[in-house]
């Protein structure tokens, strides 16, 4: 048992200050996310989607009890596996997860049984119909589905490490897929080996996305570095709509020229303004000419700058150019993601392992935004998961036991106690909704 520590403030000496073990946890407001889980059936559909081969004999802790606790202590904000040995002694986590939590050596070894193949594809199953779950209940709601891809820096010899010149680092470089409408829910992600080109494996990679939501209509976006002609196919077979940008050629500049010089409208002394055209272009390895949008910039230069898009949209070339650039929101999710989950951490050396990693802090992304969506007022539902965890789960509690019965005790000095109970009133209103005859009986 560790020592007992005792400090006795030299000024004041009727200050003490002692680490005496009191059943008081930092974290009471936790309480609510796992909740919103049992209440939306998000951890039910864990035992039913994700499958764990698992060799262990007398196994001490139930592999989804496990990833349970995992995912709630990466929204609690603490991604290191080593947190893990402190808040086993958290009183939160033991009523939740038993009095013997799991340790870092516990969860190394479940990351490690996770990485088997067929249990990964199987958690990306979970990550997809956490978000599937919550868009299809929009039925024939408008999609935008945002393609991009990123970087997880490495630091040492994981595998399929490489220098990206992009990025300008040695990293693996993720591939993944956002759905916009819903604030940024991830439909999928995928590692890949940090040489691997932006666009490779992509039309796999999205066909499944068009698969999962082809009920739905939908607009695909993707940068310069998804524009590539399997692309374009694809998303026309499956009867989408899409815009990508382009990058300049020879060609493309040539006619964005003519069409630039034979505009009427065109001032030539007016220093800053911009102009849209349309135009039909083929490349060579193109199956057909495809509508591109150019829009030329002329910001004190006699010749502008030319942008490029490639489209199927049935909009202005004003209105398709401020469609694109609305995916500038997915640099956000990105960052979100990796700031506030790990999604980049690749503290493993083996690739699966690593995937794995990502493929848990996606779905603890998109668990908070399911929640925010359903159960947070509306003047928090854009808040980033630091600022709810300042509000919402920081918060101290003490716990005691009576009579078999067991009480939080939550703080009242907490400047959010109306948000906290506002949120756990909505959970309690989603659980009688879930299983309205037990709402009855009780």
């Known amino acids: ?24 946890t930092t974290n009471g407001g936790l309480l609510s996310v796992a909740q919103f889980c049992e209440a939306s059936g998000i951890f039910s559909s864990f035992r039913d989607t994700i499958e764990f081969k698992d060799y262990r004999k007398l196994p001490l802790y139930d592999n989804y009890n496990l990833l349970e606790q995992y995912l709630l202590q990466h929204i609690a904000g603490y991604l290191t596996d080593s947190a893990a040995n402190s808040l086993r002694h958290d009183p939160l986590f033991q009523l939740l997860y038993g009095k013997v939590l799991a340790t870092q050596s516990t969860f190394s070894r479940f990351l490690g049984r996770a990485s088997d193949l067929h249990t990964l594809k199987t958690l990306h199953t979970a990550l997809e119909s956490v978000a599937a779950t919550y868009i299809n209940r929009q039925a024939n709601s408008f999609l935008i589905l945002d393609i991009d891809s990123t970087f997880s820096a490495t630091y040492g010899h994981q595998e399929g490490a490489a ?25 999928d992600a995928q590692l890949r080996s940090g040489d691997t080109y932006t666009s490779a494996e992509a039309a796999a990679f999205l066909s499944e996305g068009l698969t999962r939501y082809a009920s739905h209509p939908l607009v695909v976006r993707g940068d310069s570095g998804f524009a590539v002609p ?10 989408k709509m899409y815009v990508f940008r382009l990058k300049a050629n020879c060609r493309l500049f040539d006619m964005a020229q003519a069409k630039f010089e034979n505009d009427p409208d065109v001032d030539p ?19 057909e000419a495809r509508k591109v949008i150019v829009m030329a910039t002329r ?44 999604f980049d951490r690749t503290n493993s050396t083996d690739f699966f392992t690593n995937e794995v990693r990502m493929v848990m802090a996606s779905i603890a992304y998109n668990i908070m935004k399911r929640m925010a969506a359903e159960v947070l007022p509306s003047s928090e539902k854009q808040k980033s998961i630091d600022s709810l965890r300042l509000d919402l789960f920081r918060i101290g509690a003490r716990f005691t036991s009576h009579a078999g019965v067991l009480t939080i005790h939550y703080t009242t000095s907490n400047p959010q106690n109306a948000l906290f109970w506002h949120v756990y009133d909505n959970i309690t209103r989603l659980r009688e909704q879930a299983c309205p005859s037990a709402a009855q009986a009780a």
């Open 1 to 24: 048992m560790p020592n007992v520590r005792h400090f006795t403030d030299k000024d004041n000496q009727k200050v003490v200050l002692t680490d005496d073990g009191d059943t008081i």
């Open 163 to 187: 220098y990206n010149t992009h990025y300008d680092k040695c990293a693996l470089n993720p591939l993944l897929i956002a759905e916009a409408t819903s604030g940024g829910m991830l439909v």
């Open 230 to 239: 399997k692309l374009y196919d694809l998303v026309e077979d499956r009867m």
């Open 269 to 287: 002394h007016k220093a800053n303004d911009v102009h849209y055209y349309t135009i039909q272009y083929r490349a060579y390895t193109w199956r």
């Open 299 to 342: 910001d004190q230069q006699l010749v502008p700058h030319y942008q490029y898009f490639v489209t199927n949209l049935p909009l202005t070339p004003q209105d398709v150019v401020a469609a694109y650039r609305q995916r500038g929101t997915m640099e956000n999710y990105i960052k979100e993601a990796k700031n506030g989950y790990g």
